[in-house]
């Protein structure tokens, strides 16, 4: 056994694996490469957090303008701090994407990813204790309707990338418009209920499919490790062009 293969036993055995990168090992440079291929050239980050697929996405090359979208107050600060030097990264001012203007209530989880607007329930927080909710916080709803032509206009090529735990319906419901003149769509869908009254992959897939958009690649993002079962995955999803 050479000195590489040595290398790469011992990592295992601490749980790590080093492996060659490539649209199979990595979904960020598989996201990447679909937005190269379609040729994207804004990005709307709908539940951005701390700005980790705008980073991803620059990382593997993306240079277009990226729109991020957050209402959680700690993660919108760090945001603004991320992208102070990149012009053609823009963070809307603090709010949640919905399908309604007004104020709302977010529950903030532990580990800050898993907040939502909706109620958490027991099969999210047994599989991930850590997203238990801490308090809560009121942000200012927006749809984004509201704001799609401040950010594109006709000749853009759009992909909407929308993570917002459990409330990803509701902002469907807000972006009408948006469906329409936009190119691409990367939803989180979860495969079993993990918050209160939300709506599950094959209910988004079917209102997706009725707009013409066809699943392109499923990339999975929860999953629990006592049981090996995927909670949820990232669906990304190109709009067909008519016949």
Known sequence: MNSIDLIKQALRKAGWQVSRLTTTSSFA????KVVESNHIDVVLDIGAN??????????FGYKGKLV???????????????????????VHPRCAVGSNTGCIQINVAGNSVSSSILPMLDKHLNSAPQSKYTHTID????????????????????LIKIDTQG???????????ALKACKGLMIELSLVPLYENQRLWFDIHERLKT??????????????????????????????QND
């Open 29 to 32: 440079l598989q996201t990447a």
């Open 50 to 59: 701390t700005g980790q697929f705008g980073n991803e996405l620059r990382a």
């Open 68 to 90: 991020s979208f957050e209402p959680l107050p700690d993660a919108h600060q760090a945001l603004l701090d991320l992208t102070k030097h990149d012009e053609h990264w823009h």
């Open 139 to 158: 942000a200012d709803m927006i749809t984004l309707d509201s704001v799609y032509t401040q950010y594109c206009c006709n000749d853009d090529t759009v």
């Open 167 to 177: 409330y990803e319906w509701q902002v469907l419901d807000g972006a009408s418009a």
């Open 211 to 240: 707009l013409n958009f066809e699943l392109y690649s499923l990339q999975p993002v929860f999953i629990d490790d006592e049981t090996g079962r995927t909670l949820q995955i990232d669906g990304i999803f190109i709009k067909q």
